[in-house]
Every structure is written in C-alpha cells, then in structure tokens.
C-alpha cells in the first residue's frame, strides 16, 4: 500500500483561456502537515479544490487516500475548512455540526458525543445554544474547525485556517493541528501566515503561477546566516570564510555568509583571532521561511 | 438518500427560520379574509336580490374561480422566488464548499432542495386552495366539478416553475435566474392570451405562436385547463365567465408538462454535476 494519501500527475485547470494551475504534481505522506505556499493567485485555492472534487481539472491524474480525486468513499474519510468560511447562519453553532454529522451519516447517539467533544476542543461549549450570526470571526473559524472534524478525517483541509484570528485563536487552531499531527491525521495547510506554517509544518511547496516550484523540509532546515562585523577583511580570508559556506553579501567590512548549521561557528571565530582579524559582531540568526519565499518567488513576483 | 432527505428538511426548516412560511400564511391569511368578506358581501346581495338557483350556481363558479385564480398566481409567484437563490445563493457565498466536500453526490443536492421546495409549495397550494374552497363551500355550500384534477394541474404548474428556478440556479446568478423565469413566465403569460385571441378572431398566426409559447413553458395552459375543467359544462360551452376559454389544452399537455419537468431537471442535475465550484 501507498505511503501517500496525495499523489498527482500534472494536474491542470484552465478556466477558458487562463490558466489558474498549470501543473500540479506533488506528493504528500500520510501523518505529515504539509504546507502549501504561494502568493496571491498562484493557483493553491484552485489546486485544493481539484484535490477535493468541487473543481474538475482540465488534465492530468491525482489520487486522495488511494481514490480518483473527488471519489465519494474518499469524502467519507476527509475533512476540509474553506477560505471564507460561510454557513447557514441561522442555525445554532450545535444545530450547525448536527446537521453537517447527518451528511456524514454519522449516527445520531454517536454524533452528540462528537459534538461535545469537538465543541469542549474548539473552545465553543458554552455558545453552542447561540445563533452562528452572533458568532464572532474567531468563533466561525473555530466551528468550521469543529465541523471539518466531525468524521474523523485521515486528511483535513484547511484553507488559511488561522486568518482574522486573534492570537490566542491562532495558538489554539495551531494546538488542534499539532494534536491532529500526533493522532496521525495528515493536515494539508495553506496559509499565507508563514509564522504559522513555520510553527507546524512538516514539509511546504512553494507555488508559482500554477507549478510546484520548490519543495522544503522544514525541521531540515538548519540553514542558518552569520552576520560578522570585522576590522578588515582581504583576499586571504574571503577565501578562508569561503570554505565554510557562501558569502551572501559584504558591506565594507561587514559580511553575511550562509553557513550549513551552527557547529562551525565558534572554529570560525577561532580562524578570524589566529589570523589577528579584530571582530566586533558575530551575530547567528536562522533563516526565516520569509526570507526562503521571498528568495524562491524571484524578483519576478509582484504583491497579488 | 440520507443527502436528499438531509437537505430537504434543511430546506424546509431554513424557509420557517428566515420567517418565509410565516408571511406566506400571514399574507395567505389575509387574502382568505379578504375573499370571505366579499363573498359573504356577494351572497348576502344575490339572497337579497331573488336571484334564480341556477344562475345563482354559475355566480358561485365564477367567483370561486377568481379566488384560484389569485391563488394560482400567489403560487407561482412563490414557485419562482422560494428557490431562486437556493442554489446560486449558496455557489455564490460558498456554503456550497463545504457541502459538497461531504460524501454524498452533487444531485443529491438537487434533488433535495427541489424536495424541500415542492413539499413547501405543495402546503401552500393545499392551505390557500383549501382555504377558498372551504369558504364557497361555507357561505353557498357550492364545490367546483372536477376540483382534485383542477387542483393537480396547479400543483403541476407550480412544480414546472419551481424546476425552471432551480435549474436556472445551477448555472446563473440569482439575479439573473429571477429575471430568466419571470420572462418565460411572461412569455408563457401572453403566449396563452395569444392562443385565446388568435382562436376567437380565426388567426391561425397568433394561435400557433400561443401554442408554441405554452409548449416552451407548459404553465397557462396549466391554468387554463384546470379552469375549463373546474367549470359546469354550460359556462365553458356558453362562455359567459371570463375563465372559459375559445381554445381549451388538450390533455396531452399534462403529460409535456411532466415531461418539461424531468428534461429540466435533468438538465440541472447535469450542469450541476459539471459546474466548478
């Protein structure tokens, strides 16, 4: 049996003569929280849409949970929070995932027991009894969690999941994925909050105009960048320093070098005193996943 | 099943939660009063007056059948907006995201909305109808011939509107889908007048462009044949009251209108299962 519970094969969407994702082919493994980055309109709304069936591609093959994307039996085991998340706000947020758990079919006995529970997870028991449209931003978010939970997913969606929350929203949602990480349940995440995507991803993609362009593992990235602030600097000691990692940038006597981990520094500073270099700073600082997008999109790339 | 029958009742309850039900019968309530009170008017007149049994009887078919006739109107009216934005509605705000996302087949969507909606216009149909026949019955102990096929060809005229208005939701904004059945309602509208006039005055032209209109959305022939068959056989064949008509549908126009009704649906159910959301 497959180790992926998303596999694809050049999905593409065109909606008439735009082209919305032009390939899409990723993997992800079971039990991982896999993030998907990209700027405005690169394609990731319409790439998880196709993923769950609600968007038919124009070309190309994908499997969810071992099924043709948007296969019923693979519904049944799959969880999703949309962007935007709108309801039926005239239902009470209990009304809400009661009638969501019919859709599921799930058995009435056994739904209320679900609902307490997941209602208790998302922080919402005491405003069960209250109408949706009374719920605050935050509090939609947290019911849409809830209802997206209610089968228990092996796959959950989430679509910018943590934007317009406070805070402590935000740590709570962030808590719920982790907890879904450790029950084994792999979270397909898309966020444009790259604090959150650092704080729980496993793995991210970067999406450019539609394609894949870039894949990263976030614990493996212990890249790190080691500002240093010197007396002077020659030839003789670009090329020292230049075996340790790649000089990003020099500013009169003031380097930034990317060096592979940290363990390399202290026999760094140790080189800059045996060759009697005066040093004023050696700042460490780990390369932000900011930074990375920024790096990865390309100068090319304009807000959306 | 469990997805139609989920989302019908999610439609029934959503139409009494946003206090549709609830003006409808305020509004329905209204109009009963307004019709007993000029009915009781009426009767306490003719009794007054001396007028003879049999014309007595015609007056009561004729008035009976001007109450139908505002309530064949009411309903339809509801048949076009109740589901107007059911389906568009729900596109647009993207509820439909998440309801979709379910394990159930997007028919069954259709279906059950189309349900739910048909259960509501049906208790409509059934309490205004009844109202006005309840009442010719109370103040002139008089019942219309014919009064459950008369009643069944309403309820079919509402069903072919309300299928018109969700199949037009599958695919436009409800704006547009509003202002798309109320034209061919419209169309249907004229085109039976045109029938009645093109017959009565021998224009073969305006007769088959009538027939042509009531084949394109089988709604006023509906009423129409509903109308004849709700009179005494004397005023249709006399045409002393405005509802006997120069050219009556023939009952082949059941079976299109049952037909109209699976074709769009059907349609709808193929555009929906082919729309991106």
């Given at each position: 049996?497959?180790?992926?519970?998303?596999?694809?094969?050049?999905?593409?969407?065109?909606?008439?003569?735009?082209?919305?994702?032009?390939?899409?082919?990723?993997?992800?493994?079971?039990?991982?929280?896999?993030?998907?980055?990209?700027?405005?309109?690169?394609?990731?709304?319409?790439?998880?849409?196709?993923?769950?069936?609600?968007?038919?591609?124009?070309?190309?093959?994908?499997?969810?949970?071992?099924?043709?994307?948007?296969?019923?039996?693979?519904?049944?085991?799959?969880?999703?929070?949309?962007?935007?998340?709108?309801?039926?706000?005239?239902?009470?947020?209990r009304?809400?995932?009661?009638?969501?758990?019919?859709?599921h079919?799930?058995?009435?006995?056994?739904?209320?027991?679900?609902?307490?529970?997941?209602?208790?997870?998302?922080?919402?028991?005491?405003?069960a009894?209250?109408?949706?449209?009374?719920?605050?931003?935050?509090?939609?978010?947290?019911?849409?969690?809830?209802?997206?939970?209610?089968?228990?997913?092996?796959?959950?969606?989430?679509?910018?999941?943590?934007?317009?929350?406070?805070?402590?929203?935000?740590?709570?949602?962030?808590?719920?994925?982790?907890k879904?990480?450790?029950?084994?349940?792999?979270?397909?995440?898309?966020?444009?909050?790259?604090?959150?995507?650092e704080?729980?991803?496993?793995?991210?993609?970067?999406?450019?105009r539609?394609?894949?362009?870039?894949?990263?593992?976030?614990?493996?990235?212990?890249?790190?960048?080691?500002?240093?602030?010197?007396?002077?600097?020659?030839?003789?000691?670009?090329?020292?320093?230049?075996?340790?990692?790649?000089?990003?940038?020099?500013?009169?006597t003031?380097?930034?070098?990317?060096?592979?981990?940290?363990?390399?520094?202290?026999?760094?500073?140790?080189?800059?005193?045996?060759?009697?270099?005066?040093?004023?700073?050696?700042?460490?600082?780990?390369?932000?996943?900011?930074?990375?997008?920024?790096?990865?999109?390309?100068?090319?790339?304009?807000?959306? | 099943?469990?997805?139609?029958?989920?989302?019908?009742?999610?439609?029934?309850?959503?139409?009494?939660?946003?206090?549709?039900?609830?003006?409808?019968?305020m509004?329905?309530?209204?109009?009963?009063?307004?019709?007993?009170?000029?009915?009781?008017?009426?009767?306490?007149?003719?009794?007054?007056?001396?007028?003879?049994?049999?014309?007595?009887?015609?007056?009561?078919?004729v008035?009976?059948?001007?109450?139908?006739?505002?309530?064949?109107?009411?309903?339809?009216?509801?048949?076009?907006?109740?589901?107007?934005?059911?389906?568009?509605?729900?596109?647009?705000?993207?509820?439909?995201?998440?309801?979709?996302?379910?394990?159930?087949?997007?028919?069954?969507?259709?279906?059950?909305?189309?349900?739910?909606?048909?259960c509501?216009?049906?208790?409509?149909?059934?309490?205004?109808?009844?109202?006005?026949?309840?009442?010719?019955?109370?103040?002139?102990?008089?019942?219309?011939?014919?009064?459950?096929?008369?009643?069944?060809?309403?309820?079919?005229?509402?069903?072919?509107?309300?299928?018109?208005?969700?199949?037009?939701?599958?695919?436009l904004?409800?704006?547009?889908?509003?202002?798309?059945?109320?034209?061919?309602?419209?169309?249907?509208?004229?085109?039976?007048?045109?029938?009645?006039?093109?017959?009565?005055?021998?224009?073969?032209?305006?007769?088959?462009?009538?027939?042509?209109?009531?084949?394109?959305?089988?709604?006023?022939?509906?009423?129409?044949?509903?109308a004849?068959?709700?009179?005494?056989?004397?005023?249709?064949?006399?045409?002393?009251?405005?509802?006997?008509?120069?050219?009556?549908p023939?009952?082949?126009?059941?079976?299109?209108?049952?037909?109209?009704?699976?074709?769009?649906?059907?349609f709808?159910?193929?555009?929906?299962?082919?729309?991106?959301?």
């Open positions: 049996m497959t180790d992926f519970v998303i596999e694809t094969d050049r999905l593409r969407k065109e909606f008439g003569s735009k082209v919305a994702v032009a390939d899409l082919t990723l993997r992800v493994r079971a039990g991982e929280v896999f993030g998907f980055l990209g700027p405005n309109g690169a394609g990731k709304t319409t790439s998880m849409k196709m993923l769950l069936g609600l968007v038919h591609p124009t070309s190309g093959q994908g499997m969810v949970l071992g099924r043709p994307v948007g296969d019923l039996a693979a519904r049944r085991e799959i969880g999703f929070l949309p962007e935007h998340f709108r309801f039926h706000d005239w239902m009470t947020g009304e809400f995932l009661v009638f969501h758990g019919q859709l079919g799930i058995e009435r006995r056994e739904l209320n027991t679900r609902i307490d529970e997941l209602l208790d997870r998302v922080d919402l028991a005491d405003a009894g209250r109408k949706l449209h009374e719920y605050s931003k935050g509090m939609q978010q947290r019911i849409g969690l809830a209802q997206a939970l209610l089968n228990r997913p092996r796959l959950i969606f989430l679509d910018e999941p943590t934007s317009g929350l406070d805070p402590i929203g935000r740590i709570l949602v962030r808590d719920i994925v982790l879904l990480r450790e029950d084994g349940v792999t979270v397909f995440f898309n966020s444009h909050i790259l604090t959150d995507i704080a729980i991803c496993d793995r991210v993609v970067f999406l450019k539609g394609r894949v362009i870039q894949e990263s593992r976030l614990a493996e990235r212990d890249r790190i960048e080691l500002e240093l602030k010197l007396g002077a600097i020659d030839d003789g000691l670009m090329e020292v320093l230049a075996t340790y990692g790649s000089v990003m940038e020099r500013n009169g003031t380097l930034r070098l990317e060096i592979p981990d940290e363990s390399c520094i202290p026999d760094i500073t140790r080189r800059l005193v045996e060759r009697n270099v005066p040093v004023y700073r050696v700042a460490a600082v780990k390369r932000s996943l900011e930074a990375e997008f920024i790096d990865v999109m390309g100068e090319d790339e304009r807000a959306g | 099943m469990n997805g139609i029958l989920t989302i019908a009742r999610l439609t029934i309850r959503e139409a009494r939660q946003r206090k549709i039900l609830l003006l409808s019968m509004l329905g309530a209204v109009f009963l009063a307004l019709f007993a009170w000029g009915f009781h008017s009426i009767s306490t007149a003719t009794r007054a007056n001396g007028v003879q049994a049999a014309q007595v009887r015609f007056q009561w078919n008035i009976t059948l001007v109450g139908l006739y505002a309530v064949n109107f009411l309903v339809t009216a509801t048949a076009v907006l109740l589901p107007i934005d059911t389906l568009s509605g729900e596109i647009a705000s993207g509820v439909m995201h998440t309801l979709l996302t379910k394990p159930m087949r997007r028919f069954e969507v259709v279906v059950g909305k189309w349900l739910g909606n048909a509501i216009l049906t208790f409509y149909l059934a309490g205004m109808a009844g109202g006005v026949l309840a009442i010719a019955r109370f103040e002139a102990a008089y019942t219309p011939p014919n009064i459950l096929a008369g009643l069944g060809l309403l309820w079919l005229e509402s069903l072919v509107l309300l299928t018109l208005s969700i199949a037009g939701g599958t695919q904004t409800t704006l547009a889908n509003g202002i798309l059945v109320f034209g061919l309602y419209g169309i249907a509208f004229i085109g039976g007048w045109m029938e009645q006039i093109g017959t009565t005055f021998g224009s073969s032209t305006a007769r088959n462009l009538g027939i042509a209109a009531s084949l394109l959305v089988p709604i006023e022939a509906m009423w129409q044949y509903a004849t068959l709700m009179q005494p056989a004397f005023l249709r064949e006399t045409r002393l009251s405005p509802f006997a008509y120069a050219s009556s023939s009952p082949f126009m059941i079976w299109w209108a049952v037909g109209h009704i699976a074709v769009v649906f059907l709808a159910v193929v555009r929906f299962e082919k729309r991106d959301m």
